[in-house]
């Protein structure tokens, strides 16, 4: 078998088989193939796109290029959440031990951030003491004990996403839906869940930015999930303005523990609900939407969840303390005001230039050296749809480097629309796809 040939027949339209897609996927994780041959290729299916079939083969071939968890000492149906990402995207935060707290086991890996905000793991780092690290042996008797656990995903994992994401970046091929798909698909099923329930976010603060390819990316990624036997559910939801109030590390946890107490924002807390039903439901914890929900209401109105949250922290290391007194996080020696430069209705703020201004206080990495200052970040006061008076509170920023709060400054307030009419109210959910297709909301 050549590349030559592979590459050849992709450019002219046709259809690649298995043992194909295994060739260049092995042969360039080995470093057999050159990246001037596997840059061709991905051109080619750039351009000529794949078929479902393919792509189930390339998210299988991916998956197979390192090591797969076994998590089948973990008694139960493994659920797992995969988020898309966006700005002030707690939910792993409180939905995990929310969802444990009904007992259904949830097993998680998760990534560090890049950019805009901190990652999962980052976020989880803010409270004193919590480690992501720990031996397979420990992580399966957490999800045993405690029906929940967090931890850092190990470089051996897809290595060959890892190869392939840094070509596509710097030969423009990122934008293709069956490369995106088989690139996230395949870090979640190595990551050995029994089901997937997948938060792919729309909007300006998400990767897609318009619905239809928000519902075309969830699509596919369902397909390859229900296509290599696990059941799999994908969920649209908005990110065209940040989620909650609250931007940045320490804050963005205090907003998640809000949240398990009852006082969480109205969207957030909308959002850990929908989605903590599904995962219910793919646990088999649950068999219809409705009992699922009031399970979770039931949980946080009882103090279960919260509970949980403790037993969480405590079982990786960190200090429970932090859920009834928040001057144990990192915190801030600066805390600034945004004000309204004008009266008007809320008409938009751009989640993206949100992300970007929590970056400049400190709250995310510019570089995968750049260090995270766990105390940074924002508070939106206002959010789309309510009236400001000129000189009212938009936000507070929190920063520990004054010298950064200029620019940080002027692109929050660049975020902000304000106009005469009130907006038109976006939904928070769209829609969802099963097995069975799409039903729209």
């Given amino acids: ?34 990246d001037y041959q596997v840059s061709a290729l991905l051109m080619a299916i750039f351009i000529r796109k794949m078929s479902k079939q393919e792509t189930v083969y390339l998210t299988d071939a991916m998956m197979r290029s390192g090591e797969v968890i076994d998590l089948s000492k973990i008694d139960g149906i493994k659920v797992d959440k995969h988020s898309t990402g966006g700005v002030g995207d707690k939910t792993t935060i409180a939905l995990a031990p929310l969802v444990a707290s009904c007992n259904a086991p949830v097993a998680k890996m998760s990534g560090r951030g890049l950019g805009h905000t901190g990652g999962t793991l980052d976020k989880l780092e803010a409270i004193p003491g919590f480690s992501i690290e720990m031996e397979q042996e420990k992580f399966t008797n957490n999800v045993n004990k405690d029906k929940v656990a967090v931890c850092g995903q190990t470089a051996s994992i897809v290595p060959a996403d890892k190869k392939l994401y840094a070509l596509r970046d710097v030969t423009a091929t ?21 089901a997937i329930l997948l938060d792919v976010k729309t909007g300006s603060g998400a990767f897609m930015k318009d619905l239809e390819d928000s519902f075309a990316l969830a699509k596919e990624m369902v397909d390859i999930g229900n296509g290599m036997e696990r059941e799999t559910i994908g969920i649209i939801t908005d990110m065209d303005q940040p989620l909650g109030y609250a931007v940045g590390n320490s804050l963005e946890v205090i907003e998640a523990i809000d949240t398990l107490k009852g006082q969480g924002p109205k969207d957030f807390t909308e959002l850990c609900l929908n989605l903590g039903a599904y995962m219910l439901i793919l646990a088999k914890v649950s068999d219809n939407y409705e009992d699922a929900r009031k399970m979770l209401e039931e949980s946080i109105s009882s103090g279960k969840a919260l509970e949980k949250l403790k037993q969480f922290i405590t079982a990786q290391g960190g200090n429970p303390e932090v859920v009834d007194n928040y001057d144990l996080f990192p915190g801030a020696s600066h805390i600034v005001e945004l004000k309204s430069p004008k009266r008007g209705y809320i008409s938009k703020i751009e989640a993206e230039e949100v992300g970007i201004s929590a970056l400049i206080l400190g709250a995310g990495r510019e570089t995968k050296e750049s260090e995270i200052d766990l105390g940074a970040g924002i508070i939106l006061r206002r959010k789309v749809g309510d009236f400001v008076e000129e000189g009212e509170t938009l936000a507070h920023m929190y ?17 902000y629309t304000i106009e005469d009419t009130k907006p038109q109210e976006r939904k928070l959910i769209y829609g969802i796809v099963t097995k069975d297709g799409i039903e729209r909301f």
């Avoid at 042969?27 to 050159?34: A, D, Q, R």
């Avoid at 839906?177 to 099923?189: D, G, R, T, V």
């Fill in 174 to 194: 990122v934008d293709n839906i069956s490369l995106i798909a088989s690139s996230i698909m395949s870090k979640k099923l190595a990551s050995g869940a029994d």
């Fill in 399 to 415: 920063l520990n480097d004054i010298s950064k709060l200029e620019s940080g400054q002027n692109r929050l307030l660049g975020a």
């Fill in 1 to 34: 078998m050549r590349m030559y040939d592979i590459i050849k027949k992709k450019r002219d339209g046709h259809e690649l088989n298995k043992e194909e897609i295994n060739f260049f996927v092995e042969g360039y994780s080995k470093g057999e193939i050159p």
